[in-house]
């Protein structure tokens, strides 16, 4: 079991960030730990900056746990760039945090005679070395790419860093009985037309608890997702069985702004409450599968190839830039694979 750790600010308080791949068990030990959150917006657990943690995890003392004075100047510069092009806080926030990480390991060099050769020694001597996730290591590729455009007589040739090469894992998909087990689990009407919400329309956690009564459209049965991922506006068909439990889940809470709110009217729902409500879900229809909400987006991706809707019509419905990133469905669609008999049968 790998991880690394370091200080991090969150919300003006020094935390300690524990990264590591997804593995339920290290989850449940960091839960245990007094005061441990998980942050939706670093993608990361954090724990509290105190003297038992620091020896925990191993972390360094202060002084070697920020960036330069010319780093911490830097990397301000490089937030003020990012939102003057409009980028979103979650990933001025992460380009922020892999960046730190990457001028703290070079804090004693002036940060225009960085080269391309450092980026190699940090990709081998702290990302590898600490077994951080390939998707750390390209975070980490993008925001020092990006971050270079915005520095003047750097040495970084951008075009020569690479990104690591990508694990080719296919999507988590559901049955189409194991997912109407899991949308009846609840009789809370609100729980159950999130999760239902989510698998009709193939939404992200984030589009869905940012949707707005306004976003309905009964008359045209379309649902409008505003500022979804990379700011792209969609519609997405809206089921005539999902409209109908909207208006009695309308008719019973009387949203104020947004469609789902928390127990304050105006503030939308929160998304690890929701990653519980489908938790409980598992739990009641006793699905050992560690299902995400995710998971629902893929499978109705997956249901909808397999029932013969064309691969580019689920393109736009999912937002995908790249009909390359649909294809993945076609790789656990089980409809052609099912009916292939194996020679085995014939033996």
């Given at each position: 079991?790998?991880?690394?750790?370091?200080l991090?600010k969150?919300?003006?308080?020094?935390?300690?960030a524990?990264?590591?791949?997804?593995?339920q068990?290290?989850?449940?030990?960091?839960?245990?730990?007094?005061?441990a959150?998980?942050?939706?917006?670093?993608?990361?657990?954090?724990l509290p900056?105190?003297?038992e943690?620091?020896?925990?995890f191993?972390?360094?003392?202060?002084a070697n746990?920020?960036?330069?004075?010319?780093?911490?100047?830097?990397?301000?510069?490089?937030?003020?760039?990012?939102?003057?092009?409009?980028?979103?806080?979650s990933?001025?926030g992460?380009?922020?945090?892999?960046?730190?990480?990457?001028?703290?390991?070079?804090?004693?060099?002036?940060?225009?005679?960085?080269?391309?050769?450092?980026v190699?020694?940090?990709?081998?001597?702290?990302?590898?070395?600490?077994?951080?996730?390939?998707?750390?290591?390209?975070q980490?590729?993008?925001?020092?790419?990006?971050?270079?455009?915005?520095?003047?007589?750097?040495?970084?040739?951008i075009?020569?860093?690479?990104?690591?090469?990508?694990?080719?894992?296919?999507?988590?998909?559901?049955?189409?009985?194991?997912?109407?087990?899991?949308?009846?689990a609840?009789?809370n009407?609100?729980?159950?037309?999130?999760?239902?919400?989510?698998?009709?329309?193939?939404?992200?956690?984030?589009?869905?608890?940012?949707?707005q009564?306004?976003?309905?459209?009964s008359k045209?049965?379309?649902?409008?997702?505003k500022?979804?991922k990379?700011?792209?506006?969609?519609?997405?068909?809206?089921?005539p069985?999902?409209?109908?439990?909207?208006?009695?889940y309308?008719?019973l809470?009387k949203?104020?702004k947004?469609?789902?709110?928390?127990?304050?009217?105006g503030?939308?729902?929160?998304?690890?409450?929701?990653?519980?409500?489908l938790?409980?879900?598992?739990?009641?229809?006793?699905?050992?599968?560690?299902a995400?909400?995710?998971?629902?987006?893929?499978?109705?991706?997956?249901?909808?190839?397999?029932?013969?809707?064309d691969?580019?019509y689920?393109?736009?419905?999912?937002g995908?830039?790249s009909s390359?990133?649909?294809?993945i469905?076609?790789?656990?669609?089980?409809?052609?694979i099912q009916?292939?008999?194996?020679?085995?049968?014939d033996?």
């Amino acid at each position: 079991m790998t991880w690394a750790a370091k200080l991090i600010k969150h919300k003006s308080e020094n935390r300690i960030a524990v990264y590591f791949e997804k593995n339920q068990d290290l989850i449940a030990r960091i839960k245990q730990i007094a005061g441990a959150r998980w942050s939706q917006q670093k993608t990361v657990w954090h724990l509290p900056d105190t003297i038992e943690n620091r020896e925990r995890f191993k972390i360094e003392p202060l002084a070697n746990s920020i960036p330069s004075l010319e780093g911490i100047v830097q990397i301000e510069k490089f937030k003020q760039w990012m939102r003057s092009k409009r980028y979103s806080e979650s990933t001025i926030g992460t380009y922020s945090e892999v960046l730190k990480s990457f001028l703290i390991f070079y804090r004693e060099k002036p940060v225009t005679e960085i080269n391309n050769e450092d980026v190699i020694i940090y990709n081998n001597e702290y990302i590898l070395k600490n077994n951080l996730s390939a998707s750390y290591q390209n975070q980490t590729v993008n925001a020092i790419k990006l971050f270079f455009i915005t520095i003047r007589g750097t040495k970084i040739d951008i075009d020569r860093i690479h990104r690591p090469k990508r694990a080719k894992l296919l999507p988590n998909v559901l049955s189409k009985e194991e997912v109407k087990l899991i949308l009846n689990a609840h009789s809370n009407i609100k729980h159950k037309m999130m999760l239902s919400l989510i698998y009709s329309c193939g939404l992200r956690c984030g589009e869905l608890l940012a949707l707005q009564p306004v976003h309905i459209d009964s008359k045209r049965n379309i649902v409008l997702l505003k500022n979804a991922k990379g700011k792209k506006d969609r519609i997405v068909p809206l089921s005539p069985k999902i409209l109908e439990m909207l208006r009695e889940y309308y008719s019973l809470y009387k949203p104020k702004k947004y469609l789902f709110e928390g127990q304050v009217a105006g503030v939308p729902y929160d998304g690890r409450s929701l990653q519980q409500v489908l938790k409980q879900a598992l739990h009641k229809v006793q699905l050992t599968k560690p299902a995400t909400l995710h998971w629902l987006r893929h499978s109705y991706a997956t249901h909808l190839l397999e029932s013969g809707t064309d691969l580019r019509y689920i393109q736009e419905l999912l937002g995908h830039n790249s009909s390359k990133t649909t294809e993945i469905y076609t790789h656990v669609s089980t409809k052609s694979i099912q009916q292939i008999k194996s020679p085995f049968d014939d033996l």
